[in-house]
Structure formats: structure tokens, C-alpha cells
């Protein structure tokens, strides 16, 4: 109880939550606790709070790149939805909290007339899940924009320059530093005719739309790419293109997306990942490695 009315005065606070409702492969079991924080300076005092209870934390932004595991997480799920601002700075740079949602701040800026994050515009994640995974597309990736990214780390709110991030290809330093929390980050953008940004997004998506199986619950590619290679020509090439599993299915409109046709559990899901994995390694001798997060599974 005290745990329970220690969370609920500093957050929004549900003790019925399943991954299913907060990730957009909907997958996955129920969470013990989920909590929204009411603002940052409450997310410290939990966080703390938590690791003196020696409760078990994950931070999850939109939950567009994790799949989730069907067994209860017996610790507690922090969403920052509330932790969502951004204003502006000198020299076109924005600032911008972790909460903020990935395609309503494109739109935003495009109304505005800044450019810079358009190859964005169709991640349905959030702004720290987009930093934590130096998410990308078109050629162009978070790194290109981040100047600075605000942390919690133990116990303390710190601004790290991007050299400090170590952001490489859908990596940053945040996948070796698991209990860092990414509050916020500043971005440089430009400015631009609004016209011209709304009709890059708008191509953008459309070539999304022509592509990639967007009327499905996906957490979008499962693999990085290898060097030189494309993980969707290689999962084509050992036929696994349209492949079925217990309501998993290898997308046959993009192979690298591997969706919930609706039954599914996140373990069917890890299967039919490990068999892909297995097939593009025993025909071609390439090790493909997951962009997707498994978790609690
Ligand atoms: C239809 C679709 C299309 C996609 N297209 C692309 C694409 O073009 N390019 C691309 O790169 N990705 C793409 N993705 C994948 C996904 O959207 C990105 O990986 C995105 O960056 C994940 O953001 P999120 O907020 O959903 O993070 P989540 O999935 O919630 O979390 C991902 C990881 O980040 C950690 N994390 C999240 N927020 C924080 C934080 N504030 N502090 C510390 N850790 C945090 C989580 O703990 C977890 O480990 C796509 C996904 C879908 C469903």
C-alpha cells in the first residue's frame, strides 16, 4: 500500500496495464505498476524512490521498437507523456522533452517553417526513444540534429554533448547505460519555406504507405541492415516472405516487418524471429542483428 500511495502522489499510476495497450505491436503480459510522472522533478523522486525498494524500472517511450514477453513484469513501467515540452532557443535550436510524440512535432515545426527532422515524420515513436535509438531514415538520422541530450543519472539532471552519446548506426551510449533516463535534447534545425516541409513529409509518408505494412501492428524493421545489404532481400531470399506462425506473420509487403495478425503472444513473435535469424545465417553466413527490443520474455 505504501508503495502504491507513494507512486500514485507523484504520477499517474494504473495497476491494470499490459504491454499490449502501450506498445504498437500490442503484444506482450501485464505490467505491475505504470506510471506517468507529473513532471521531471517527480520522475527523480520515483526513480529514487524505486531504487530504494530495489524495484525493477523500464522507461518506455511509445513502445514502437519493443516487444514484450506474455509473463507479468513484476516491476514498475514509466511513461513520460507528461514530461512533453519544447520551446524554442537562439539559432534555430528547439528544446524538447521526451514525451513529445515523433509525427506531431514534425507537423508542428513544419507549420512553423523549421526543417531538420522531416525523414521523422513517419517514426511513430517519441523524442527520447528516437534519441535512445538514434532512430533514422532516408539517409538521415537523430545524430545529424541532436546537439545536447538532458539526463537523469543517478539522482542528478546532467547535459550531455552528442560526442558523449556515442550515436553510431540505431545505437547510443543508452543501450550500455540502462538506468540513464533521456529527459530532453536539443535539436538545430532550419529554416525553410513550410510549403517545402509539408511536401517532403508528405512524400515521406506516402512512400511509407507503398511500402511497408502500416495497417498492421508492427514494431517496424526487426533487423539492422548488414553492411552493403538489406535484412528484407536476405529474410526474401530464404523464403520466409509471407511466412505464418501461431498469428505472426513476415509481412509479404515488406519482409522485414514482422507483424501481429491478432492472437499472437511475444513469444511466437521471438520464434519467428530466431527461425529467421537461423535461415539467413545457414544460406547466406550473415548473422542478422535485431533492431527490435525484446523484453521481459
Ligand atoms: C510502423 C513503424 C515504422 C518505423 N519506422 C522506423 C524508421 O523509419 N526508422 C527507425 O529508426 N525506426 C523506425 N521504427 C522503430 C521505432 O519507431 C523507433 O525505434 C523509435 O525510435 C522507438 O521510439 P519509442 O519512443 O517508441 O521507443 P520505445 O519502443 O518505447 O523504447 C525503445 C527503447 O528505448 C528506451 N527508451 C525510450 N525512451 C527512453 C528515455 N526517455 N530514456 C531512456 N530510454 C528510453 C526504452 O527503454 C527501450 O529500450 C518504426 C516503428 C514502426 C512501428
Known amino acids: ?52 525498494y530495489a524495484i525493477p524500472f523500464k522507461v518506455v517511450g511509445r513502445g514502437s521498437n519493443l516487444v514484450c514477453g506474455s509473463k507479468t513484469y513484476e516491476g514498475c513501467v514509466i511513461l513520460l507523456e507528461h514530461i512533453n515540452h519544447y520551446h524554442f532557443e537562439d539559432d534555430n535550436l ?29 517514426i511513430p515513436g517519441n523524442l527520447g526513444g528516437l534519441v535512445y535509438m538514434n532512430a533514422g531514415a532516408y539517409k538521415k538520422e537523430m545524430s545529424d540534429i541532436v546537439k545536447e541530450v538532458l539526463v537523469l543519472e543517478d539522482g542528478e539532471f546532467r ?58 501492428p508492427s514494431c517496424g524493421s526487426c533487423f539492422k541492415n548488414p553492411d552493403g545489404d538489406f535484412a528484407w532481400r536476405l529474410i526474401d531470399g530464404v ?32 520464434a519467428t524471429l530466431n527461425l529467421v535469424k537461423a535461415k539467413v545465417l545457414d544460406k547466406y553466413g550473415i548473422n542478422l542483428r535485431e533492431e527490435v527490443e525484446i523484453f521481459n520474455c
Open 239 to 270: 523464403g520466409m516472405r509471407g511466412y505464418c506462425y501461431n498469428g505472426i506473420e513476415v509481412s509479404n509487403k515488406h519482409p522485414n516487418f514482422i507483424v501481429n495478425t491478432g492472437h499472437a503472444k511475444g513469444e511466437d513473435f521471438v
Open 159 to 216: 547535459w550531455l554533448k552528442k560526442e558523449e552519446c556515442e550515436f553510431s548506426y540505431r545505437h547510443s551510449i543508452f543501450h550500455e547505460r540502462r538506468d540513464v533516463i533521456i529527459l530532453a535534447a536539443k535539436l538545430k534545425l532550419e529554416k525553410k519555406p513550410s510549403d517545402d516541409i509539408k511536401e517532403l513529409i508528405a512524400d515521406r509518408l506516402a512512400r511509407r504507405r507503398a511500402t511497408q505494412p502500416l495497417d498492421k
Open 94 to 122: 528547439i528544446y524538447v522533452e521526451s514525451g513529445m510524440v515523433i509525427p506531431r512535432l514534425c507537423n508542428t515545426l513544419a507549420k512553423l517553417g523549421y526543417s531538420g527532422l522531416e525523414f521523422a515524420s513517419g
Open 1 to 52: 500500500m505504501e508503495i502504491i500511495n507513494f507512486l500514485s502522489s507523484h504520477a499517474d499510476l494504473k495497476l491494470d496495464a499490459s504491454f499490449k495497450d502501450i506498445t504498437t505491436i500490442k503484444l506482450g503480459g501485464p505490467i505491475k505498476y505504470l506510471v506517468s510522472p507529473f513532471d521531471m522533478n517527480r520522475l527523480k523522486v520515483i526513480v529514487s524512490f524505486l531504487k530504494e
